[in-house]
C-alpha cells in the first residue's frame, strides 16, 4: 500500500477537475489529479467545448453590457420550480471571474460566441449573444510528449480523426467545393492533419473540447499538478466528520492519499451507470435503452463513494438524462459508434418524424428539446425513436448524420443500413417501417409552406437560435427547404445523452451536502458529478461545460481560501 499526501484531490479530468486542480494550484495548493480512464479529459474531450458564461469579458468587449437581473430572470422563468436562488447567484456572479481568471493566468485563452443566441427565445431575459466561450484552437505540439496524456477527438465528429470546429472552420469544408477560399483552408487542413498523423499518430491541430482539456492540462503540468491516469478514487477517508482524503486503485497497487484541504469529485457523473440510469431516466425500463455519449469510465464512481459516507444524490430534477439526439453508427471493423445530431437538424431540407410519418417538434430548436419531444411522443409500447428524412440535394449539400456531404461516398452507409434510401417517400418508408401514407402527407403539407420559408405548424427558423443554426446563404429562411426529389434518406434517431443532470447536491461554494442538507466539510462536487444548477432543464447551449469550469474554479480557491485561514490561525 503506497502512501501520499498532499493538499488537495481532484477526482476526474474534464473540465471542472482540470479547473478546480488549476485554480488550487495556482493559489500555491500541491494538487493530486486522479483519472480512472488511461487518458485525460473526461466526456469533456469529446464534447463542443461550448461554455454558457453570461456577462463575460469578451462580450462586454464587443459591446454587449448585460444586467444580472436580465439573466437571472432567464433562469428564474426556465427553472421555474427547480430555480435555487444561492446556487444560480454563486454561478452568475463566479462565471465571469472564472473566465477572466483562466484567460488571464492560464494557457486557457477564449474565442468569444457573441452570435450565439439562448435556445428558448421567447422567454423573458434571453440572449441573442454574448453568453458563450469556447477555447481558442490549439497546436498539440505545444503539449511535447505530454500531448500522449490526452484523450483523442470523438471518432464520430472528427473528419479521419481530425477535429473540426463550429462556424467558419466547419463552414470552409462544407463550402469547399464552392469557393477557392474554402477550398484552400480545408486543403491546407488535410495536408497539415495528414503530416501530423504521419509523425505524431494522432491530430494536433485541437480545437472543441479537446482544446480546452489540452489548454488546462499544459497549465495544470507547469503549476505541478500530479497527475495519475488509471487510478480511480474508490473511497474516501474520513475524520471526525470531515473528508480527509481517498483510496485509489493503480496498475501498482493501492494507494492512500491524504489530503489535507479536502477532495474534489469531478468524475464525470452518471451516464455509463445502467443501474442509475433504469432507475432515473424516462422510458428506460431496463437500463438499455439509451447510448450515452461520454466514455464508459464516466460511471458513477464519484456519486457512489460519495454516498457511502452519507452525502445526498439529488434526483429532483426536471430530466436525470442531457437528452441529445443520437444515432447508431455500425463502423467497418463491427463496433457501433454514437453521433450526436447536434447541427444537420437545423439546415433547410430535413425533417424529424415519428413511425407515423408525423412530425412532432421544430427540429431547429435544441438538441434536448428534441429527444425530450419524441420521448414523450412516442407511444407506449413502441421503440422510442425517430427518424431525420431529407433528400438527395441536402445530403450532398450538408450531409446526414456521419455520412459526409459530396464529394464524400455514401453507399457504404447504405449497405450497411445506417442510412436508408428509396427513390420515393413511400420506398423509403417501407425500408424505415415508417407509417407511408402518413410521411408522403407529412411531407406534402410542410412542402406546401417550405416552398415559401415558412413552417406554421412549428415555427421552424423564427427564433435567433434557429437561424444560426441553419444556412445563412439559403433564404427567405436559412432552416425551411422542401424535400422534393428523389431519392430520399433517412437515419433513425434514438435517445442519447451527453451527461447526466442528478448528482450530489451541494451549496454555493461547490460544498457537498449530506442527507440532512448539512455541509459535508473537505468535500466539494463539480461538473456532472454536481446536481446541475439547471435543475435538468437545457436553457442554452453550453450549460453542462459552463457551470463546470465555474464551480470547479469556485472549489479550488474555496480550498485555498480554508487553507489560508486555518494557517491564520
Known amino acids: 500500500m503506497q502512501h501520499l499526501s498532499t493538499d488537495l484531490i481532484v477526482v476526474g479530468s474534464g473540465a471542472a477537475g482540470l479547473a478546480a486542480a488549476v485554480a488550487a494550484a495556482h493559489r500555491g495548493l500541491n494538487v493530486v489529479l486522479l483519472e480512472k480512464d488511461t487518458t485525460l479529459g473526461g466526456a469533456t474531450a469529446w464534447s463542443g467545448g461550448w461554455m454558457w458564461v453570461p456577462r463575460n469579458f469578451l462580450a462586454k468587449a464587443d459591446g454587449i453590457n448585460e444586467d444580472l437581473a436580465t439573466v437571472r430572470s432567464y433562469l428564474e422563468h426556465e427553472l421555474g420550480p427547480r430555480f435555487n436562488a444561492e446556487r444560480i447567484d454563486a454561478f452568475l456572479n463566479q462565471a465571469p471571474m472564472m473566465a477572466e481568471f483562466f484567460h488571464h493566468n492560464t494557457h486557457l485563452q477564449f474565442d468569444h460566441g457573441n452570435g450565439i443566441a439562448d435556445i428558448h427565445y421567447q422567454t423573458p431575459g434571453a440572449g441573442v449573444g454574448g453568453r458563450s466561450l469556447i477555447a481558442k484552437p490549439m497546436d498539440g505540439r505545444a503539449l511535447g510528449a505530454d500531448i500522449a496524456k490526452l484523450r483523442t477527438t470523438m471518432r464520430e465528429t472528427s473528419f479521419w480523426g481530425m477535429p473540426i470546429q463550429a462556424g467558419p472552420d466547419l463552414w470552409a469544408f462544407l463550402n469547399s467545393t464552392r469557393n477557392l477560399k474554402d477550398f484552400t483552408h480545408a486543403a491546407l487542413r488535410l495536408t497539415r492533419h495528414g503530416w501530423d498523423m504521419l509523425r505524431y499518430r494522432r491530430a494536433m491541430q485541437l480545437c472543441n473540447g479537446v482544446a480546452l482539456v489540452g489548454r488546462l492540462a499544459q497549465s495544470a503540468f507547469e503549476l505541478g499538478v500530479t497527475c495519475y491516469t488509471d487510478a480511480p478514487a ?176 455514401l453507399r457504404h452507409w447504405i449497405k450497411r443500413g445506417y442510412l436508408k434510401a428509396g427513390d420515393t417517400l413511400a420506398e423509403l418508408a417501407q425500408q424505415c417501417g415508417i407509417d407511408a401514407q402518413g410521411l408522403e402527407q407529412t411531407v406534402a403539407e410542410y412542402n406546401q409552406h417550405a416552398r415559401n420559408g415558412e413552417d406554421p405548424a412549428f415555427g421552424r427558423g423564427n427564433s435567433p437560435y434557429n437561424r444560426k443554426n441553419g444556412d445563412p446563404s439559403h433564404q427567405p429562411n436559412p432552416c425551411v427547404a422542401p424535400l422534393e426529389q428523389g431519392p430520399f434518406y433517412a437515419v433513425k434517431v434514438v435517445p442519447g445523452s451527453f451527461g447526466t443532470f442528478a448528482g450530489l447536491a451541494t451549496n454555493g461554494q461547490a460544498q457537498v451536502l449530506d442527507n440532512q442538507g448539512q455541509v459535508i466539510p473537505g468535500l466539494y462536487a463539480a461538473g456532472a458529478d454536481m446536481a446541475s444548477i439547471m435543475g435538468g432543464h437545457y436553457p442554452a447551449g453550453g450549460i453542462n461545460l459552463g457551470p463546470a469550469m465555474t464551480f470547479g474554479y469556485v472549489a479550488g480557491n474555496h480550498a485555498a481560501d480554508q487553507t489560508e485561514a486555518n494557517r491564520e490561525q
Open 234 to 409: 474508490t473511497q474516501l477517508h474520513r475524520q471526525d466528520g470531515r473528508v480527509t482524503g481517498v483510496q485509489a486503485t493503480t496498475a501498482q497497487g493501492s494507494m492512500n492519499i491524504e489530503a489535507r484541504c479536502g477532495v474534489v469529485l469531478a468524475a464525470g457523473g452518471f451516464p455509463a451507470d445502467v443501474s442509475r440510469r433504469q432507475a432515473l431516466f424516462k422510458r428506460t425500463p431496463t437500463g438499455t435503452e439509451h447510448w450515452p455519449l461520454p466514455p464508459a469510465s464516466c460511471s458513477g464512481g464519484g456519486l457512489n463513494i460519495a454516498e457511502a459516507i452519507g452525502a445526498k444524490v439529488d434526483t429532483d430534477v426536471y430530466s436525470a438524462a442531457a437528452w441529445a439526439p443520437v444515432s447508431l453508427v455500425p463502423f467497418a471493423d463491427g463496433s457501433t459508434g454514437h453521433f450526436p445530431h447536434i447541427i444537420d437538424r437545423a439546415k433547410p431540407g430535413v425533417i424529424g418524424v415519428l413511425a407515423n410519418g408525423k412530425r412532432f417538434v421544430n427540429e431547429a430548436d435544441g438538441y434536448f428539446d428534441y429527444v425530450d419531444a419524441f420521448v414523450q411522443q412516442v407511444p407506449e409500447g413502441q421503440e422510442v425513436c425517430s427518424w431525420l428524412v431529407c433528400s438527395h440535394a441536402f445530403q450532398r449539400r450538408y450531409g446526414l448524420g456521419i455520412t459526409r456531404p459530396f464529394p464524400l461516398p
